[in-house]
């Protein structure tokens, strides 16, 4: 099997190839069967939908599936793998431009440490980058999106993506809408190039247990608990927190402060020690009802098909992650150099780089693994393989591309870039909150710490 060099993705950005193409099988670590939890959404129910799948004789069938690992987490981690790398020195020979907010020494609650824009949500258009300060260099002390970097992201489309490439080019590998700038909700908007999922094919669902043995056995009736002034608790009402007289109780109750007079024997579950997590946790298991179906194309008055199913987890067949990075979607970027007009060597250039970086965060998140959540760790069948869709009609090309081969690719065609005058930062763009958005964290975190001691198991 071949591997991906410089010379096949020059190949395959400049010719009528249409993407590269990864699918990988993958089962639960502990193995085939095993249980596997996928991610939650409102109200508490998983990704379902049916899928046309192809079985083992060839023929098609409608398949339940369940969604384990969204487009958007995918790229998150993908995004993480390369956050991760840069940390670990291994693009000392080929620095990737990241812009990175430093929040240490902010004397917050909580440290938040640097936020880059491979972490940010919104990577460069990002609230929190927009919001922060040019730390140093020309435009220092001046809002990123004021300074003569940060402006000429106003100017960016797909005519002219020389200033994201500059400063943050996976951006143009994984999507972004500069909603959050100078010109709001008319802002560039680059589609992803590079697209993964991962999907449970043939799912069926299991039921939440929870329990918990408390070594002290502390029972419901010792109570009630009281709240102190300083988020404590205490079984002495005087030494409570009062209200309108009247000491209140550790638990609250949608989200209101529940008040008891100690004369009474009895008292609301907002004072049982579970509250303070003490005590034990009756075994039981719970459900909810979640739609595994969608009303059928012929009969859609038809009720859709429902069936109770268990919030804790679920089996599959196997789960299957497919990738696919876009050439067209690359070709569509244009690389104007220095102020002129693009030009086919600078264009051929700055897609290729591209590629190479997407490929190169599969590759690294792929040898990271799929630890995905708790209880989600998965476990490829094979390697990482591409195809290549280079014509209709033509066996697509077979493909590897470890870690070491993908930054040595990229390492070439950044160096093949710089020949035809195209480059971007060898540095981070380092930038620091603005005092506002300082304040506003730290607000935000004191009232999340008064919150977290009054949010509680009722």
Known sequence: MDTINLEVLQSAVAGPAAAFRARTRLQPAGGEGDKVFPPTYAGAVYAVEERRTKQENG??????????????????RLEEA?????????????????????????????EVGTITSLTAPHRAADAILRDSLVAEGEGQGTPFRESPIGARLDHTSLSNATPLYEICPTALVFGIWD??????????????????EIVGVNVSFGKKTSSRIDPLKIQRVAGPVYRTVNRGWTLDASKAL???????????????NITHDPKNATFPDEGRPSVINHGNVTPDFSRYTGSIGVPDPIRPHEEVREKRVGASGVTVDYAEQTTVLSLPALRRLRFPVNGGSP????????????????????ALAAENGYDLRSRCLLWPSNPLRWELLARPGEKPAQLTFTADDAIQTLKEAIAAAEKVGLTWRKDPLKLTPAPQLVELLKRSQKIAADESTEETEV
Do not use: H, M
């Not at 384990?68 to 998150?76: C, K, P, R």
């Not at 991760?84 to 812009?99: H, N």
């Open 59 to 76: 023929e098609w069938e409608t398949t339940p599936c369940v969604l384990l690992d969204s487009v958007q987490s995918q790229a998150n």
């Open 82 to 110: 390369l956050q991760q790398a840069i940390d670990a020195g291994l693009f000392q020979d080929c620095p990737i431009p990241v812009i990175e907010v430093d929040f240490s020494g902010e004397d917050l609650l909580d």
């Open 179 to 196: 909603s959050t700038g100078l010109k709001g909700g008319l802002g560039a908007k680059f589609q992803r190039s590079l697209v993964s």
């Open 242 to 256: 009062q209200e309108k007289g009247k000491p209140v109780l550790y638990g609250k109750r949608k989200g209101k």
């Open 343 to 362: 030009t086919q060597e600078t264009d051929a250039a700055g897609r290729t780089v591209l590629a190479a970086l997407g490929l190169t965060a599969c």
